[in-house]
């Protein structure tokens, strides 16, 4: 069955980076696209942006390009997301979620979250 | 890219029916038949329940049902039980692999 395990919580300085990790198993890691989204504490859902674990072509909401990448390992079925220059902003649960079978529908299957926390 | 409209929050009682609105553009919403929405209880991860409008994944109750109309999905979610006591996002797909969620609604069961 198709898992996704993400890393565990973090707490980070303004200003300091983050790098969150999502451990694949269960599919063919190439074959479909990921997607992270961060929810700040009593917030909506955010979408951050997305990557081909095949090539490692990304693409990045507006609002993070130049603060974030994505990459992924294809050795150890992981994607990553790092995030940069961290303000008290970015406090918020970071979550990967899966491509599903069909073209640009995602989400049947999602990491547990990531709490990222950014406190001097 | 701005966010999808969405009411802050609905309620019904068990066994009515409720729908819940997302309200994008025609850059958006209106130009592919790519809306999906998530139910999220507290402290889980989103679960999907309706994708590319009006489709349900595999195994999920006929009570959730989507609908479009120029800029604005619907999700009717009939027979109100308990457990369907969450938040509700939209999210469409805005060209160029990119997709911009709904604000989300919060559904109370009365």
């Known amino acids: 069955q198709v898992q996704l395990v993400q890393s565990g919580a973090e707490v980070k300085r303004p200003g300091a980076s983050v790098k969150v990790s999502c451990k694949t198993s269960g599919y063919t890691f190439t074959s479909y696209y990921m997607h992270w989204v961060r929810q700040a504490p009593g917030q909506g859902l955010e979408w951050m942006g997305i990557i081909n674990p095949s090539g490692g072509r990304t693409t990045y909401a507006q609002r993070f390009q130049g603060r974030v990448t994505m990459t992924r390992d294809t050795s150890t079925s992981i994607v990553y997301m790092e995030l940069r220059s961290l303000s008290s902003e970015d406090t918020a649960i970071y979550f990967c979620a899966r491509e599903t079978n069909f073209d640009y529908v995602w989400g049947e299957n999602w990491g547990q979250g990531t709490l990222v926390t950014v406190s001097s | 890219q701005s966010a999808l409209t969405q009411p802050a929050s609905v309620s019904g009682s068990p066994g009515q029916s409720v729908t819940i609105s997302c309200t994008g553009t025609s850059n958006d919403v209106g130009s592919y038949t790519l809306v999906s929405w998530y139910q999220q209880h507290p402290g889980k991860a989103p679960k999907l329940v309706i994708f590319?409008?009006?489709k349900r994944p595999s195994g999920l109750s006929n009570r959730f049902s989507g609908s479009k109309s120029d800029n604005t999905a619907s999700l009717t979610i009939s027979g109100l039980q308990a457990e369907d006591e969450a938040d509700y996002y939209c999210c469409s797909y805005a060209g160029s692999y990119t997709w911009v969620f709904g604000g989300g609604t919060k559904l109370t069961v009365l």
């Open positions: 590319e409008d009006i």
